[in-house]
């Protein structure tokens, strides 16, 4: 049974970089049926798609965060990665790492790490 | 950006009957691209449908989904404690993926 867990710091500073990684377990990341995703949920904005990496390492970014955002594979430590910068209060929230056999929908998900912009 | 409607915004119902969520989509959604999700205090949200009628695996048969173009149902027959909840749509009928704002189910 295939799950993920969330890592990283959960204060950034405005204009730096947050950067947190989804350890997968119970499958691998570069296994050839699955889609790798980032989701984060405000209480302003609710849920809202960041991106995903696929098994290949082909990635789509929502426009809204595409300038900001990147997406990477680690298969050798079997995770991915999500990189934002500049980061502004706006970009407080719950972030998700979660995965399916398609890029679109999301049957497994991490439990989700809390990420508090402030100086 | 396709923006999807949640209505109602609370639903208040009792255990056993039957509650009936909707979604409507600002442009038609291509082939049924819509899927359901499920949230609970404290949890990432749980998948429930996708392409709009297809209940994903685990997902107990009370639930159902249905509609196209823009307008989708979930049904949710004979409510079990456990149902009452946070339900969001979401649609991938874009190459940009977004959410509904959610419809609480309440007892």
């Known amino acids: 049974q295939m799950q993920l867990q969330e890592s990283g710091p959960g204060l950034v500073k405005p204009s730096e970089t947050l950067s947190l990684t989804c350890t997968v377990s119970?499958?691998?990341?570069?296994?050839?049926?699955?889609?790798w995703s980032w989701i984060r949920q405000s209480p302003g904005k609710g849920l809202e798609w960041i991106g995903y990496?696929?098994?290949?390492?082909?990635?789509s970014y929502n426009p809204s965060l595409k300038s900001r955002v990147t997406i990477l594979l680690d298969a050798a430590k079997n995770q991915f990665s999500l990189k934002l910068n500049s980061v502004t209060a706006a970009d407080t929230a719950v972030y998700f790492c979660?995965?399916?056999?398609?890029?679109?929908?999301?049957?497994?998900w991490g439990q989700g790490t809390p990420v508090t912009v402030t100086s | 950006e396709i923006v999807l409607t949640q209505s109602p915004g609370t639903l208040s119902l009792s255990p056993g009957e039957r509650a009936t969520l909707s979604c409507r989509a600002s442009?038609?959604?291509?082939?049924?691209?819509l899927a359901w999700y499920q949230q609970k205090p404290g949890q990432a949200p749980r998948l429930l449908i996708y392409?709009?009628?297809s209940r994903a695996r685990g997902t107990p048969d009370r639930f159902s989904g249905s509609g196209s173009g823009a307008d989708f149902t979930l049904t949710i027959n004979t409510l079990e404690p456990e149902d009452f909840a946070v339900y969001y749509c979401?649609?991938?009928?874009?190459?940009?993926?977004?959410f509904g704002r959610g419809t609480r189910l309440e007892i």
């Open positions: 979660a995965g399916d056999s398609a890029p679109s929908r999301w049957f497994a």
């Open positions: 119970g499958t691998f990341v570069s296994s050839g049926i699955y889609y």
């Open positions: 990496i696929s098994h290949s390492g082909s990635t």
């Open positions: 442009q038609s959604l291509s082939s049924t691209s």
């Open positions: 392409n709009a009628s």
């Open positions: 979401q649609q991938y009928g874009s190459s940009t993926f977004t």
